[in-house]
């Protein structure tokens, strides 16, 4: 599962404000000659995280190390709250995470040289005052009805994981008892049904964002023909492949169960958000088709619903990308060796991901991929349901497709 990872540039939008350099140790001016740091906007805040950057203008192969910092104080430094940026030091974004809900931040690049650390601007943000919660019910397991509103994904006992998470919850979302499920939300009597959205959510592979990116999209996809689904797949301290076998298993079980749904079994689709859209990209590269638990881990035990193919029809990526974490891939052979299904790529000119999102749709238009990119002019990462715009253009998309799709 190695991936050729071309790392491209991250940040696109900067205000023209001067950055403050100076070296840490001695607060004195760094050379003229030398780096100079600006701090990306702040977006996609939510209660207990946040998503800035910067870029770096200057002898950037001096750099070593780069990122943000943050805390409740004005101008933070390194020795407060930081994170390491992911791209070109020439241009990243990276997360601010594990923020008090309804609280006040202030958030600053930074770059370290051998001289000392500069910093950015300081650029003031303050979260939201609700954070999510989408604990599966309690009660008992109908990981066998179709028609249950919650669907949990693995038997007891049979989860695929190479992570051995049994302590305490500390500052993980879920606790170890933790089984990946999915939420069913049905087409309403008298709608047509088109097919099934199965949605993953985003959260920096940290938490999943289910108030903006989970449960209000399902229910939009549900008004309008869909049998919709949210998958609450493992985020940390699992890997981002545990999690693509989440999804892999919900659309196993979707698929067989089409006739319940009454679906064909070929018009399945993904969609996703930031990690989630990344998430839905790693299952179609690497977990799709027959593809099951045993590519991770040799003590899984393979079952009657890993006889069902894991591919989906479409995927949609919104604000995401294929690739990992931050860093967009742009391997084309990959993308045409996986045959990657169409895509349909949404996103704002102000994310700070912008040119990541472009070199990735690209270079899969470039793959010989059907694709449909929507550029939002001036909306930022994380817009979720709010921008219903892009939930009409991806119902007319899938619509096209299920037109087209072969019969099973």
């Known amino acids: 599962m190695k991936r050729n990872i071309f790392l491209y540039a991250v940040l696109s939008l900067f205000t023209v404000t001067t950055a403050t350099g100076c070296d840490e140790r001695s607060d004195n001016p760094m050379p003229d000659n030398a780096i100079r740091v600006e701090t990306a906007e702040v977006t996609a805040i939510t209660s207990d995280n946040a998503i800035s950057g910067g870029r770096i203008i200057g002898e950037t192969q001096a750099v070593r190390e780069f990122g943000i910092c943050w805390a409740t104080t004005d101008n933070p430094t390194v020795s407060d709250n930081h994170n390491l940026g992911a791209g070109d030091a020439s241009s990243f974004a990276c997360y601010a995470t594990r923020l008090s809900a ?38 008992g397991d109908d990981e066998q009805n179709p028609l249950a509103s919650t669907i949990y994904l693995w038997p007891e006992g049979n989860m695929a994981k190479i992570t051995n998470y049994t302590g305490s919850q500390g500052s993980y979302q879920d606790p170890p008892s933790f089984r990946p499920y999915m939420n069913y939300f049905p087409v309403a009597e008298g709608t ?32 309008h023909g869909y049998q919709a689904f949210v998958v609450n797949y493992r985020v940390r301290p699992y890997t981002m492949e545990e999690g693509s076998l989440d999804l892999a298993r919900a659309i196993r079980f979707v698929r067989r169960h089409a006739a319940d749904y009454g679906i064909n079994p070929n018009d399945i689709a993904s969609v996703g958000f930031s990690a989630g859209g990344i998430l839905c990209g790693d299952e179609a590269l690497n977990f799709d088709e027959l593809i099951n638990g045993t590519a991770l881990t040799s003590d899984y035990r393979p079952d009657e619903l890993d006889e069902v193919s894991a591919n989906v029809c479409t995927i949609g ?38 040119r990541q999102f472009q070199a ?43 037109y087209t799709s072969p019969s099973p």
């Not at 995401?320 to 790529?345: H, M, N, Q, W």
């Open 360 to 402: 990735c749709a690209n270079a899969v238009r470039e793959a010989g991929v059907e694709i449909e990119e929507h550029e939002y002019e001036g909306m930022p990462h994380g817009f979720g349901y709010t921008h219903e715009e892009w939930m009409i253009s991806f119902d007319r998309w899938m619509t096209c497709l299920l």
């Open 102 to 139: 309804n609280t006040t931040y202030f958030v600053r690049a930074y770059a370290t040289t051998s001289a000392g650390t500069v910093y950015g601007q300081s650029r003031q943000f303050t979260t939201l005052a609700g954070s999510d919660d989408d604990t599966p019910p309690a009660g």
């Open 317 to 354: 990526m919104i604000y995401a990308f294929y690739g990992r974490l931050s860093v967009a891939s742009t391997d084309v052979e990959k993308f045409k060796s996986s045959k990657i299904p169409p895509t349909f790529f949404a996103y704002g000119t102000r994310d700070p991901f912008y």
């Open 192 to 223: 047509t049904v088109k097919g099934a959205v199965l949605v993953c959510a985003g959260g920096a592979f940290q938490f999943r964002s289910d108030q903006m990116e989970g449960t209000p999209v399902a229910q939009w996809f549900a008004r």
